[in-house]
């Protein structure tokens, strides 16, 4: 029996696409409410992200919830810079029975990098181990070795860096990430695909479904930020002096192109499993480059 | 080495100002060599606060100097036992552990810190130092190339690097080595990469609850142990 309707997604030769969105700062959820209602039918699972770049927020818990609660399929962030092992075992129980059943296992930023920086980052495990931790939980066992009063089952991602400038230790994470027990992965921000066909052609020796991460900039500006400030990004200067080429006021519209473009080359090449969409901020435009991008109304 | 840094002297004069005599008191180990501590950092300090105050028009304070040999050891605090009956106050300017053993020996003494204790480290080149090691209890450099992950990696992981690593440099300061590149590079030099596609499972925090205590063994007792 599969674990999850996205799990069952990932076991068909279906071209997957999953998006994310981001809680907010505060309790008024409108804005999230509205983007999951927008999002839940056109995609195969919506990530929430966990206080994303190390910014204090709603929890990730809490807006898998209302994606279930909406009928839509959820994807749970979870990383390890805030909680310890105890906790992240909680959530995970607790997720689990209320039928969020899909994790991204994942290290964190650095809390220096976000809104609270003075606070004690745990980082008591980190995302290889977190995998571990989950499949652990599967096997009846806590952490700790003790029994369980009934096993949570999980569908399991985690991340991966294809176009990173030191590969070679990302792959050994990799490999050690599968060996942990990722079933799929969402990859970091991909902007050209000659690094991306380079680490494809290593990775399909897995058996493991890649979704590459398809970041939507709005702008040179943010471009030239998410390099000098996002852990994680390499935009390309290609990218960002095409982005540069956009009429003022008309970035966005140049990002949602490249977006296209890079999700079509992807599709049509047959390149990996899907691609999983971060439009940061703009997550109503989503929908439209799904469209756009696949030519056809997409069917879940 | 311990290494640290001494407090700003408006926050060492706000600290001393209730005591009348105050002896300042250096340590000859650890703050010596990273110049913060030692006879000579005693004697500047001296000169500082006297100089403060006596550009706020006063003079309410008397400071002796003194600088112990080490100031961990209760051995060497029994030298100014006599000097410390005559005053207020000890500023210590030794790391966090000297400071305590002499509020240990001298129940009745106040006793302030003139340093702040930052970490344990090297000299990386003069006027530098970096952290190189937390004290976790559970050495494990063998298996990274002599590069501590734990120390060196902000996020203290143990499988690799994370994706927040940019041309070498942590995600934290593009001044700062990623510790799982280095690792990398040094375990592929010395031919033994195998260690980083090792599992690593989480840490063990249990020698860590703190305050830890090492008790010798009778053998290390029976000789008389180590005072040198």
Redesign the interface.
């Known amino acids: 029996m599969t674990k999850s309707l996205f799990e069952e997604k990932l076991n068909s030769s279906k071209f997957l696409i999953t998006t994310e969105v981001g809680p907010p700062k505060g309790v008024d959820i409108s804005e999230l409410e509205h983007h999951i209602e927008l999002l839940k039918d056109k995609v195969d699972a919506i990530n929430v992200t966990d206080h994303q770049s190390s910014i204090m927020r709603y929890p990730s818990l809490g807006g898998c919830l209302l994606i279930k609660e909406r009928g839509g399929e959820p994807i749970l962030q979870m990383t390890c810079?805030d909680r310890n092992?105890m906790a992240l075992q909680a959530d995970l129980l607790f997720a689990h029975s209320r039928g969020v059943n899909n994790v991204l296992a994942l290290?964190?930023?650095?809390v220096?990098?976000g809104d609270h920086p003075e606070v004690k980052?745990v980082?008591?495990?980190?995302?290889?181990?977190l995998l571990?931790?989950i499949r652990t939980l599967e096997s009846g066992k806590d952490?700790a070795g003790n029994d369980l009063k009934g096993a949570p089952q999980f569908c399991v991602g985690a991340?991966?860096?294809p176009s990173?400038?030191?590969i070679?230790?990302?792959l050994?994470?990799f490999?050690?990430k599968v060996?942990?027990g990722a079933q799929f992965f969402q990859t970091?921000g991909i902007f050209e695909l000659a690094s991306f066909r380079r680490f494809m052609q290593y990775a399909s020796q897995f058996d493991v479904k890649i979704l590459a991460g398809v970041i939507v900039m709005a702008s040179a500006g943010m471009a030239r930020y998410m390099n000098k400030s996002v852990?994680?990004i390499?935009v390309p200067k290609e990218v960002i002096d095409e982005l540069a080429t956009a009429e003022k006021g008309k970035g966005l519209q140049k990002g949602i192109e490249i977006a296209v473009r890079m999700i079509r080359e992807i599709k049509e090449n047959n390149l990996c499993d899907g691609i999983h969409i971060m439009a940061v901020g703009n997550e109503g435009i989503v929908p439209e480059i799904i469209e756009a991008a696949l030519m056809e109304k997409v069917q879940t | 080495m311990i290494v640290v840094e001494q407090k700003p002297v408006d926050t060492i004069q706000r600290m001393v100002a209730p005591y009348n005599k105050v002896m300042i008191l250096g340590c000859g180990t650890c703050v010596t060599v990273c110049n913060a501590g030692g006879e000579r950092e005693v004697s500047f300090l001296r000169e500082a606060l006297q100089f403060a105050e006596a550009k706020n028009g006063g003079r309410d304070h008397s400071f002796t100097e003194h600088t112990l040999k080490r100031q961990c050891d209760e051995e060497f605090l029994e030298l100014i036992a006599e000097q410390v009956r005559g005053i207020d106050a000890i500023l210590s300017l030794a790391c966090g552990i000297g400071v305590q053993t002499l509020a240990e020996h001298f129940p009745d003494m106040v006793v302030l810190p003139g340093v702040n204790t930052s970490f344990l480290g090297m000299a990386k080149e003069w006027g530098i130092w970096d952290e190189r090691c937390t004290a976790c209890g559970d050495c494990r450099l063998e298996e990274t190339a002599g590069i501590c992950p734990i120390t060196r990696c902000t996020k203290g992981i143990l499988n690799g690097p994370c994706a927040g690593t940019k041309n070498g440099k942590c995600e934290v300061s593009p001044e700062m080595d990623c510790a799982w590149i280095l690792i990398y590079q040094r375990l592929e030099r010395l031919g033994q990469l195998d260690k980083m596609r090792r599992y690593y499972p989480p840490r063990n925090f249990r020698p860590i609850p703190r305050p830890r205590r090492i008790v010798a063994s009778p053998s290390f007792t029976a000789v008389g142990g180590n005072h040198d």
């Open positions: 810079r092992r290290t964190g930023d650095s220096d990098v980052p980082f008591d495990v980190e995302s290889a181990q571990k931790m952490a991340s991966v860096h990173a400038d030191f070679e230790p990302q050994i994470k490999e050690k060996a942990a970091q852990p994680g390499i």
